[in-house]
């Protein structure tokens, strides 16, 4: 059974950089030709993607994010990460990692996800 | 603002039937069979509850399903149950290579 689990600091201060990873358990990314993706959830509010990597390394990434995002794969590791730079309390949210059901397509079917993991942006 | 567009709530009577719509443009949704519908309860990660318009993934529910006219994309619940109760995104793939969803659909069973 696929597993994805969140981690990284559950708090950050305004301006630093936000860093999450996504542990995948029960198949392996490189053997595996899907794409894996970061949602977000702000309290209270709706989901917004952040971006998607493909197992190769190709990333795609939301337009109004793309300058402070930064999506990375390590098959060695088995997970990939999210980096957001210059955050601010618009940030904080509930951060998700995600697997699409469909392989090799960059769909909008996200099948499994992690359990989520809040951030908060505050000093 | 989410550039899909979803009514703010819906409400229905158990075994009713009701339809949630998403609206997008010919860039989005009216453009590619590539649409997904989530179900997501408080506090919980979104599932997935169908795929590429109406597909449902293994394990969801026949009561739902979805299609899609022009530039609008519906979920359809069959047979409403108090466990329907729950928030429902849209999403779309977009023309830009990228990926949108809506604002959210919140779901009370009376």
């Known amino acids: 059974q696929l597993q994805l689990q969140e981690s990284g600091p559950g708090l950050v201060k305004p301006s630093e950089t936000l860093s999450l990873t996504c542990t995948v358990s029960g198949d392996s990314i490189s053997s595996s030709s899907y794409y894996w993706g970061w949602i977000r959830q702000p309290p209270g509010k709706g989901l917004e993607w952040i971006g998607s990597?493909?197992?190769?390394?190709?990333?795609h990434y939301n337009p109004s994010l793309k300058s402070r995002a930064t999506i990375s794969v390590d098959t060695s590791k088995n997970h990939f990460s999210l980096k957001m730079s210059s955050v601010t309390a618009a940030d904080t949210a509930v951060y998700y990692c995600a697997r699409v059901l469909e392989a090799a397509r960059l769909g909008p079917d996200f099948d499994y996800w992690g359990q989520g993991t809040l951030v908060t942006v505050s000093s | 603002q989410s550039a899909l567009t979803q009514p703010a709530s819906v409400s229905g009577s158990p075994g009713q039937s009701l339809t949630i719509s998403c609206t997008g443009t010919?860039?989005?949704?009216?453009?590619?069979?590539?649409v997904s519908w989530y179900q997501q309860h408080p506090d919980k990660a979104p599932k997935l509850m169908i795929y590429d318009v109406s597909n449902r993934p293994s394990g969801v529910s026949n009561r739902f399903s979805g299609s899609k006219s022009g530039n609008t994309a519906s979920l359809t619940i069959s047979g409403l149950q108090a466990e329907d109760e729950a928030d429902y995104y849209c999403s779309s793939y977009t023309s830009s290579g990228t990926l949108e969803f809506g604002g959210g659909t919140k779901l009370t069973v009376l």
């Open positions: 010919s860039s989005d949704v009216g453009g590619y069979n590539y």
């Open positions: 990597i493909y197992y190769t390394g190709s990333t």
